[in-house]
């Protein structure tokens, strides 16, 4: 158990609904990263946010979006679906932005 | 932009034998760089890492070492077991905010 928790685990939703995802990261640690794992794009980072504040942009389309809260969990928001978006979805978490990343369980989403 | 290229899976072996994963990337700079592994319905755990040249990183009998000649990281281990049948990623830390960039994953299959 790495200490980051996701909800939920699963998502089955149509396309054109829009979802929220959220991530609590392990206690202590202040920066948040979001991945996305798809059969044929892999494991890509999306976007990072670190004490609240958005740190780094990767692949994340324009129709994706994602906050960190006071409180440090994160959420990420993901609307006009497409079947495209089906995917596995994974929180991170470090102490730094320098530090170790450490997963969540992710949370499977898929559109139909 | 920094990559990393895994062989391809699946790799098939018999329990007991030696386990080879190459991995090699490009990059800018002086990456940190790590092993993930994924159990089936599982997330990504965290295998061993490496943060300059010359390092070895090591955790549950795999090995790594950190080659900036050859821009590698292969991971190895000396006698697998069947519960070691998961997908492991190379990944390097890129840039500003230390966001990861993994290779495709390579599928490991032991056989008892």
């Known amino acids: 158990d790495s200490g980051v928790t996701q909800t939920p685990k699963h998502l089955i939703t149509a396309t054109g609904q829009r979802v929220t995802l959220r991530c609590s990261p392990r206690?202590?640690?202040?920066?948040v990263y979001w991945y996305q794992q798809s059969l044929d794009q892999g494991l890509q980072f999306l976007i990072q946010y670190y004490n609240g504040e958005e740190r780094a942009k990767g692949n994340i389309l324009e129709r994706f979006s994602a906050q960190q809260f006071p409180d440090l969990h994160s959420e990420l928001n993901l609307s006009s679906l497409e079947l495209g978006d089906s995917a596995l979805y994974f929180c991170?978490?470090?102490?730094?932005?320098?530090?170790?990343?450490?997963f969540g369980p992710g949370t499977r989403l898929t559109v139909l | 932009g920094n990559s990393v290229t895994q062989m391809e899976g699946p790799v098939t072996l018999s329990e007991e034998a030696f386990l080879t994963i190459n991995c090699t990337y490009t990059a800018t700079g002086y990456p940190s760089l790590f092993w993930y592994v994924q159990y089936p319905g599982e997330g990504l755990q965290l295998l061993l890492k490496?943060?300059?040249?010359?390092d070895k990183g090591s955790n549950k009998g795999f090995e790594a070492t950190y080659r900036k000649e050859t821009t590698s990281f292969h991971l190895e281990k000396g006698s697998v077991q069947v519960s070691d049948s998961a997908v492991y990623f190379c990944?390097?830390?890129?840039?500003?905010?230390?966001?990861?960039?993994f290779g495709a994953g390579t599928i490991l299959r032991v056989k008892s």
């Open positions: 990944a390097l830390s890129d840039g500003d905010g230390n966001k990861l960039v």
């Open positions: 991170a978490s470090s102490s730094t932005t320098l530090d170790t990343q450490y």
């Open positions: 206690s202590g640690d202040l920066s």
């Open positions: 490496a943060t300059k040249a010359d």
